[in-house]
C-alpha cells in the first residue's frame, strides 16, 4: 500500500460518491444497519474503498456477525488504519482507508478466530468486486 493518502477537495468527493457514501466516508455518518446489499453477499471477491477503489477485505475472512453491517475478520495487510473514536460518548476504534482516509466503520474485539476482531463496516463505503475460483475479478 502507498504511504501517501489520495488527497482530493470536498467538491470533487461530493461529485463522485453518493450523497450517502459522501456523508459515511467523508462526515463519518453511518449507515443504517440492514441497509447493505453486501449483508448478503457470498460470492468470492474482494471489497474495494467506495472513495478510491483500494482493495480492503477479502470474501474469505467475511462472516455474519449478526450487527446488520457487512463484518470481516481480518483487512487485507495495509489496506486499512485506525484511530481513537471518542464520540458518541464511548471510545471505539475508527477504521479508515490506508489510501484515502475515508471513514469505514469500527472495529471491536468480539469477533470469530483466528483475529477474535470484527471490522463492522458500512456497505455503503465499499464496492464489492466478484472473483472466480482462481481469484480472477469478473467485473
Request: net charge negative; proline share 7%; charged share 25%.
Amino acid at each position: 500500500m502507498s504511504e501517501e493518502i489520495i488527497q482530493r477537495s470536498e467538491e470533487q468527493w461530493k461529485e463522485d460518491l453518493s450523497p450517502e457514501a459522501f456523508r459515511v466516508l467523508r462526515c463519518h455518518g453511518t449507515e443504517r444497519p440492514g441497509t447493505s446489499p453486501l449483508n448478503v453477499e457470498k460470492r468470492d471477491g474482494v471489497y474495494h474503498c467506495a472513495g478510491c477503489q483500494s482493495p480492503l477485505f477479502t470474501s474469505d475472512t467475511k462472516y455474519e456477525s449478526g450487527s446488520g453491517w457487512p463484518s470481516f475478520w481480518r483487512p487485507i495487510e495495509g489496506a486499512v488504519s485506525t484511530i481513537s473514536d471518542r464520540s458518541h460518548g464511548m471510545v471505539r476504534t475508527e477504521v479508515r482507508c490506508a489510501a484515502c482516509g475515508g471513514h469505514l466503520g469500527h472495529v471491536f474485539p468480539d469477533g470469530p478466530r483466528p483475529t477474535g476482531l470484527r471490522y463492522c463496516m458500512n456497505g455503503v463505503a465499499l464496492d464489492f468486486h466478484p472473483t472466480d475460483e482462481d481469484g480472477i475479478a469478473l467485473e
